[in-house]
């Protein structure tokens, strides 16, 4: 099995670097597992002019999994948008139609007094969110700036979303609920917007076929509330691109820190790029304080949906939470004055109980 890693920038090199080697450390172990390494984001531009260089693609081409870090920098803001450290993942996701992200957001025990929300609010929470991720307002034509007629300039960008592609997802949706407690939360905006009162309409057609499966449907802005109100309503909640990643990072800090979040993003033979939510974090990269258990847990994500390797994935997942449970910290997920890892020996601490 071969992995394309590509780490990014800020701290992607740091995190990924941890992942890398809970990777080797099962490789050693028996499992197949090949690394080859390729340039993405800023530093794919610094390598090749290209936030997406050909090499990369090629790279990701011939492999079976994509393990991603982070993309960004300040200093690459500047650039026309096409040449943006952006624009290396998303068409990542949108070459490789990686529509279904899901993004599990669970509150490890330990760490319940992390968020910054009350433990009785959060303590047992088990979401999944899934994000529709190659279409939406993030790839709708036209866009753009132009000057209007009152000589103004003018911003633009359009939500789409087709019959299909709101089918696809919704299918996804109901047969991960199957697997878990059987119930879909559906959030759009349909008492405002075209393209969501159409999600919601065929969302409750697909609905029509999973019958054993529970749906609701909620607006976003109701859900942005109800997340911070009583996160654990929900079981799956199935959204589009834009309103998925902002509900995924708002409930990344119930589980305490958005450094927890692992991430699939799947096409539908199961190809998949694998990421941690967050960011680049330009701020403390190269310090060694990055968390790397997003990271970390994205590879478990890895091994149970694109390579079948479901025990090596409770391996891993079960490492973590060995890693938590005997208190290893990093900085954003330790109580006040208690001793915290850094990135490298975050990493330790979970390779040790592997
Ligand atoms: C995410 C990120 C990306 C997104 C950025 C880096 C393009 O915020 O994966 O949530 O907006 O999808
Ligand atoms: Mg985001």
């Avoid at 059987?182 to 969302?203: H, I, M, P, Y």
């Avoid at 119930?254 to 680049?280: D, F, V």
Wanted: hydrophobic share 45%; proline share 4%.
């Amino acid at each position: 099995m071969r992995i394309a890693v590509l780490a990014g920038d800020g701290i992607g090199p740091e995190i990924t670097a941890q992942a890398v080697r809970v990777l080797e450390a099962l490789a050693g172990n028996g499992l197949a597992l090949e690394l080859e390494y390729g340039a993405v984001g800023g530093a794919g531009y610094d390598a090749a002019g290209d936030p997406l260089p050909a090499a990369t693609l090629a790279l990701c081409e011939r492999a079976d999994a994509i393990l991603f870090g982070a993309v960004g920098a300040p200093r690459y803001d500047r650039l026309e948008r096409a040449l943006r450290p952006e624009q290396g993942l998303l068409r990542l996701r949108k070459h490789f139609d990686l529509f279904a992200n899901l993004r599990p957001a669970v509150v490890y025990p330990e760490l319940a007094h992390a968020s910054t929300l009350r433990p009785d609010v959060v303590a047992g929470l088990d979401l999944l969110i899934i994000r529709e991720l190659t279409s939406d307002i993030y790839f709708g034509k036209p866009r753009g700036v132009i000057v209007n007629e009152a000589g103004e300039r003018e911003g633009y960008d359009t939500m789409r979303y087709t019959e299909g592609e709101i089918r696809r997802i919704a299918v996804t949706a109901f047969e991960t609920a199957r697997k878990r407690a059987r119930r879909v939360c559906s959030v759009d905006k349909a008492n405002v917007l075209e393209t969501t009162q159409l999600w919601r309409d065929v969302v409750s057609e697909v609905h029509a076929d999973y019958a054993d499966v529970e749906l609701s449907h909620m607006y976003v802005d109701n859900a942005a509330m109800q997340l911070i109100r009583n996160p654990r309503q929900f079981d799956v909640m199935v959204t589009g691109n834009m309103f998925g990643d902002i509900l995924s990072d708002e409930a990344s800090m119930l589980t305490g820190s958005i450094g927890m979040l692992p991430s699939a993003s799947l096409n539908a033979k199961g190809y998949g790029l694998y990421e941690p939510i967050h960011g680049s974090a330009p701020d403390i990269a190269g310090k060694d304080l990055a968390n790397p258990l997003g990271t970390i847990l994205s590879t478990a994500m890895m091994l149970r949906y694109s390579l079948g390797q479901e025990q090596a994935a409770a391996r891993v997942e079960g490492a973590v939470r060995a890693a938590l449970r005997d208190g290893a910290r990093s900085a954003d997920i330790a109580r006040d004055g208690e001793p915290t890892l850094g990135t490298v020996a975050m990493g330790d601490a979970v390779l040790a109980r592997l």
